[in-house]
């Protein structure tokens, strides 16, 4: 198995308990913004539909993490929803 096809399996673990299989719209609260492969690291950008707040996941070969993004300021990146 492939790193690639590893972290593609993980990463279909992580969407499914955050986004759900839900396909109702009106009940969807993370909308992926960006999503790529940097090296051996996956790297979404996801944005709650509630509070605006936008996050970046990063998976490799080590884990996972979630983390709010920061504006320039340091500030939490809060976008129009």
């Known amino acids: 198995m492939s790193m690639k096809d590893i972290l593609d399996r993980n990463y279909k673990r992580v969407e499914n308990i955050m986004f759900g299989n839900n396909k109702n719209e009106k009940e969807k609260r993370f909308n992926i913004i ?3 492969m940097v090296n051996f690291m996956s790297v979404t950008v ?6 605006g ?7 490799g ?9 920061l504006d320039k300021d340091g500030k ?6």
Do not use: A, C, H, R
């Open 34 to 36: 960006s999503d790529e």
């Open 46 to 51: 996801v944005q709650d539909s509630k509070t």
């Open 53 to 59: 707040v936008n996050y970046m996941i990063t998976q």
């Open 61 to 69: 070969t080590s884990g996972l993490s979630v983390t709010p993004v």
């Open 76 to 81: 939490i990146l809060i976008t129009e929803v």
